[in-house]
């Protein structure tokens, strides 16, 4: 990288970093799901959820892989707040719920649902 600028070095590098963590954030939830996906009914949908509690509240995402794709319905406090077709969109979305949501904590969600493989 030489002659590139110090912060053009510092945003390529960032950049990895963001690439590296959202590959081991999809290496998570793509394990947890293997091991306890359920069918929703006729075996072509599948789904596994994992819901989180911090101060009085409740964060849940539920991971499912149907005929229409990968999706991803979201619930704050048991209600239903989105659903997020894709990975790509999915971990686009993470800064925003993360911002909007206290429950959710990236790094604690993805780390219990890793503890629990």
Request: hydrophobic share 35%; charged share 30%.
């Amino acid at each position: 990288m030489e002659g590139n600028s110090p912060r053009l070095c510092n945003e390529i590098v960032l950049m990895l970093e963001v690439r590296m963590e959202d590959k081991r954030i999809m290496e998570i939830f793509e394990g947890y799901f293997e091991k306890y996906k359920k069918t929703e009914g006729d075996r072509t949908s599948w789904s596994a959820y994992w819901t989180v509690y911090a101060q009085g509240h409740s964060f849940e995402v539920n991971l499912t892989k149907c005929p229409r794709g990968t999706r991803f319905k979201v619930f704050s406090d048991k209600k239903k707040i989105g659903e997020i077709e894709g990975w790509p969109a999915f971990l686009g979305s993470l800064e925003v719920l993360e911002r909007d949501h206290p429950a959710f904590v990236r790094g604690d969600f993805f780390t219990q649902m890793e503890e629990m493989l």
